[in-house]
């Protein structure tokens, strides 16, 4: 089936360095979507990327989705401690009235001031 | 504005006991439905998702049912809970077409 993956699974960096996570999918999306987790919550919408080799910013958030629409990246400038958390990716298919989404494995930042 | 409510937050039940969470949805009408499973430290697992009421699609097969008895409102059930349903357990709601989905705040299982 389907399969999302994203890497690193953890990193750890010192506040003000830069972080990013890849996301690559097994098979070509119609868009992806990218969420936060902060410790002990919930999953929050963060963006999403619809057109081939498109780049998106958010503030110091960058996100880019692959020429392929196959791989997706979400790249932090000089992180701060506010950006803890688990950062999902989220890739649909596409079509159909379901709206079902293929998350990723994740990739959990620890920033230390 | 739309807003979707869980509960409860923390729930400890022994091994074979029933389980029923409860999921609401407002402001927003016929939205597509969704139960997920996260397991400590991983990712999020579909287990149902609901386009109507009254239509469940199951994701992976398991001991856990789900039901749609109005537009708004998704409940997840268990006739006996095994010790691998322990999780944090995310409902969430979107619309068609790969728009977001947003998330309640989920429950944490806990089987003992």
């Known amino acids: 089936g389907q399969q999302v993956m994203q890497i690193p699974q953890y990193q750890h960096v010192q506040e003000g360095e830069d972080f990013t996570t890849y996301c690559n999918s097994s098979?070509?999306?119609?868009?992806i979507q990218w969420y936060k987790q902060r410790p002990g919550g919930h999953p929050v919408f963060l963006i999403q990327?619809?057109?081939?080799?498109e780049v998106k910013k958010q503030k110091r958030l960058t996100f880019q989705f692959g020429e392929a629409k196959k791989n997706s990246s979400l790249h932090i400038t000089a992180t701060q401690t506010t950006d803890v958390g688990t950062y999902f990716c989220?890739?649909?298919?596409?079509?159909?009235?379901?709206?079902?989404?293929?998350f990723g494995t994740g990739t959990l930042l620890a920033v230390q001031p | 504005s739309q807003t979707i409510h869980q509960w409860p937050a923390t729930l400890v039940q022994p091994v074979g006991s029933p389980l029923s969470l409860e999921c609401t949805v407002e402001?927003?009408?016929?939205?597509?439905l969704y139960w997920y499973r996260q397991a400590a430290g991983r990712g999020l697992q579909l287990l149902f998702y609901?386009?109507?009421?009254?239509?469940i699609s199951s994701e992976v097969p398991q001991n856990l049912s789900a039901s749609r008895p109005q537009d708004r409102q998704f409940i997840l059930s268990s006739k006996k809970l095994l010790l691998s349903d322990s999780g944090f357990y995310l409902c969430?709601?979107?619309?068609?077409?790969?728009?977001?989905?947003?998330f309640g705040d989920g429950t944490r299982l806990s089987i003992l």
């Open positions: 969430a709601w979107g619309r068609v077409r790969d728009q977001p989905q947003h």
């Open positions: 098979t070509t999306l119609s868009n």
């Open positions: 990327l619809v057109k081939s080799g």
């Open positions: 989220a890739g649909s298919k596409g079509g159909g009235a379901t709206n079902k989404l293929i």
């Open positions: 402001g927003t009408s016929n939205p597509n």
């Open positions: 609901s386009v109507g009421i009254g239509q």
